[in-house]
């Protein structure tokens, strides 16, 4: 008997996932973010030295065996706070394009579907808000609150004592996350509602109506699916942007504050001597570099994945 083979049937995402694998430039894209991930996970453990640990006696020493990226001006390990700052790169990168995902998301998939008063007023918003430019727009939301957190989070600890309040690393983190998803949801949102415009009026939407299914349902079952495909490759994009982002912020001082490290803080303190000590600055923007670059080669294939113009 001879045996029956029946092939899998195609899919978007099968298909889309084969030509993404025979994009060599998106896979090496996606194994440097991969690898970014598990130093982020398992950083402390990765980092040969304690990333606040100080020699004065190795003080901006040059890369060696011991210290393979060199040593900044207080004998502390560049690679082991490189490592360390691969953890508040991703978070602040994660939790910023999460938040401003989720915001983008909800508002423009009702202003798409919906339209109407609702559609012209968040769009008048979102026009509002690219206007701003964003390193002011973030400055002023850092003068503006960042004394009032520090002076409550003081008065709780006061009250329980508990030392999370005396934490400041914890309220660079809240301003940055904060200030950096109110200057990144507009582009997620204007994205949702171009692509629900597109498509609450096809002809399964339309059926779908007819059988009486309520707005919510058609919505979330199949006007939202059909525009993940823009949306995947706009936050693989978004996530190398937020990265940048954070270490211009913290390179300006707005951001990040030592001793957390963090690769726009450690490209500011290099910047200061480069020229005696020049591993001190290439060493984080070069990592910071090679990121990027590994976002926008993902994104770009992704783009090349998912986007049915380019099957052959």
Known sequence: MSAVVEDKPNSLWRDAWRRLRRNKLAVAGLIIIAALVFVAAFGPWLTPYDFLSQDLDARNLAPSLAHPFGTDDLGRDVLSRLIYGARTAFLVAVIVTLVALLIGVVLGAIAGFYGG??????????????????????????????????????????????????????????????????????????LVRAQVLSIRNRPYVTAARALGLTNRIILMRYVMPNAMGSLIVAVSAGLGTAMVLESAFSFLGIGVNPPTPSWGNMISDGLRVWTNYPHLLLAPAAVLAVVTVAFNFLGDGLNDALNPKGQK
Do not use: C, H
Not at 149 to 171: C, D, F, G, K, V
Not at 179 to 187: D, F, G, H, R, Y
């Open 117 to 190: 008063f609702f559609d012209k007023a968040l769009m008048w918003v979102t026009d509002m808000t690219m206007s701003v430019p964003q390193l002011l727009l973030v400055v002023v939301i850092n003068a503006s609150l960042k004394q009032p957190i520090t002076l409550w989070m003081e008065a709780r600890y006061m009250e329980t004592m508990n030392p999370i309040y005396r934490n400041s690393a914890l309220i660079d983190f809240v301003l940055v996350f904060g200030s950096m998803a109110l200057i990144s949801w507009p582009p997620y949102a204007r």
